[in-house]
């Protein structure tokens, strides 16, 4: 009897597993399910805002160029790429924060998230009050007409008054980037979209209304970088007043604990972020101090042409970065390498479909949007096409590593990458103009970044799929 009984016993406790193996299956594919229609999701909304924002700088770029003439135009972009190129002054805060909310989503903890939005936008805010405190007490004392190379007295007049609007917006920013990484982490990225939807909208009546009135470049300026802060801010008072109340920051939640775990991965991010802003944004700034800025619309605008393709796919990809974050929280290593290579794929076919028809009709496109005065040379347009491709398939590759927290194997490559693009792209622009930049870039970084993170990412995708260990923390 007691052997019929142990076999019952046996059978009993097999039916048991059983039946939670199938539950767990049911509910992880059901999180998969769930987690594509959000990336999806995500995707569309992120379409139709980019498709407003596409036709409203189709609309503003050939007006301002019109409106300011080639140098004062000029001056605007060079102004825009210096600040693009501060875009790591948050320390690398808001990814951190991006990362540390989507894992506590993974974890289904909400103190947890509480904890990491208050900290971090507690500590945005500190470090906009300090950017802006320090470049008030610089301002003064640099000449930025002659560091920006303007010659015509109206530009000249008008370059430190410019920057300083720029630099406000860029410092409001800061806090209010807060709100869009926290929706980014919760796969509401569809939110996000909206907003800026509306952000571009109201740039370009910005716009028009600024020519309208004939206003000098600070003020317009104000009303086109003052639109999308403006839309942010309203995003953050509808999300956390209406449909999240619970998760509105509070300083009493803001702890230096807290802000030391997110620091412990934003510093990463920060490290990426530096290069990535003086690799790939200093670009405007290096074609002015070669040339001076008369001769930087011949760069910046079709550069600005391509950069829409990889816009467009990137706007499908960084839905992806707290996707790939919540399923290695919850070991879904399967989901996680069947996205990344799906989404390469897709990513390189669209970016070289999208790259070849923009180069066949780039010249006429250019002189219809921007007119008959940017001759950009087809050296140039052809580095810019190759570039966009490798672009959209390393934003691919980047959404994984950053989602699944896999930074310090990019510290190395990324540092190296840096400094010889930098020091092939100030050669490069001596030695043969604009239209070196973009093959500095593609060299460098296909050999020193691409190809190493590629072999990195193919061993940690093997370890993932063959075990299902919790990686929520950063890897060496």
């Known amino acids: 009897m007691s052997a019929i ?3 019952r016993t046996f059978l009993l406790d097999l039916r048991l597993a059983t039946r939670s193996i199938t539950q767990f299956s049911k509910v992880a594919a059901e999180r998969s399910a769930e987690r594509n229609r959000r990336v999806a999701l995500a995707g569309v909304t992120a379409a139709a805002a980019r498709v407003v924002q596409i036709g409203a700088s189709l609309i503003t770029v050939p007006l301002a160029l019109r409106y300011l003439g080639t140098e004062r135009f000029g001056l605007w972009m060079t102004i825009s790429s210096v600040l693009l190129m501060a875009g790591f002054a948050d320390f690398g805060l808001g990814n951190g924060l991006l990362n540390a909310v989507a894992k506590a989503h993974g974890k289904d903890d909400i103190e947890g998230i509480k904890k990491a939005i208050s900290s971090g936008f507690a ?14 007490s610089i301002y003064r004392f640099v ?8 010659t015509s007295p109206t530009a000249r007049l008008e370059a430190g008054p410019t920057l300083m609007t720029f630099a406000i917006c860029f410092a409001l920013n800061l806090p209010a980037g807060a709100i869009q990484r926290t929706q980014l982490a919760l796969q509401e990225g569809f939110l996000t979209d909206l907003w800026q939807l ?4 109201m740039t370009l009546l910005s716009l028009l209304l600024g020519i309208w009135l004939r206003v000098g470049l ?13 839309a942010t801010a309203l995003n953050g008072i509808f ?14 939640l803001a702890s230096l604990h807290t802000v030391k775990q997110i620091m412990s991965v934003g510093v990463l991010f920060f490290v990426l972020q530096v290069v990535g802003s ?8 290096v074609v002015a101090r070669a040339a001076g800025a008369v001769n930087v619309p011949e760069y910046v605008i079709p550069q600005r042409m391509f950069s829409l393709i990889t816009m467009a796919i990137t706007m499908f990809l960084t839905p992806l970065w707290p996707a790939y974050a919540e399923a290695k929280s919850r070991g879904d290593g399967a989901w996680v390498k069947h996205t990344l290579y799906k989404s390469m794929t897709i990513a390189l076919s669209i970016s070289g479909i999208a790259a070849v028809g923009f180069l066949i009709v780039s010249r006429g496109l250019i002189h219809w949007w921007a007119g008959p005065t940017i001759n950009p040379p087809m050296v140039l347009l052809t580095g810019l096409a190759v570039w966009t491709v490798m672009d959209s398939c390393g934003n691919a590759l980047a959404a994984f590593m950053n989602g699944s927290g896999f930074l310090r194997p990019q510290i190395f490559v990324a540092a190296t990458f840096g400094i010889s693009c930098i020091a092939a792209k100030v050669y490069l622009a001596r030695q043969f103009g604009s239209e070196g930049l973009p093959w500095a870039t593609i060299f460098t970084w ?5 190809i190493p993170q590629m072999l990195y990412a193919r061993s940690k995708l093997q370890q993932m799929t063959g075990s299902k260990s919790d990686s929520g923390a950063v890897h060496s």
Not at 278 to 285: E, I, P, Q, T, W
């Open 123 to 136: 500590s945005l805010c500190c470090i906009a009050g300090v950017i802006l405190i320090l470049f008030l």
């Open 446 to 450: 296909g050999l020193v970044n691409f």
């Open 5 to 7: 009984a142990s076999v």
């Open 143 to 150: 000449s930025w007409a002659d560091l920006f190379r303007v």
């Open 239 to 252: 999300f956390f007043g209406i449909r999240r109340p619970d998760l509105r920051p509070r300083w009493r």
């Open 218 to 230: 600070p003020v317009l300026v104000l009303a086109i970088a003052g639109a999308p802060v403006l």
């Open 278 to 285: 003086l690799a790939f944004s200093a670009d405007g700034f």
């Open 198 to 201: 509306l952000g571009s909208v």
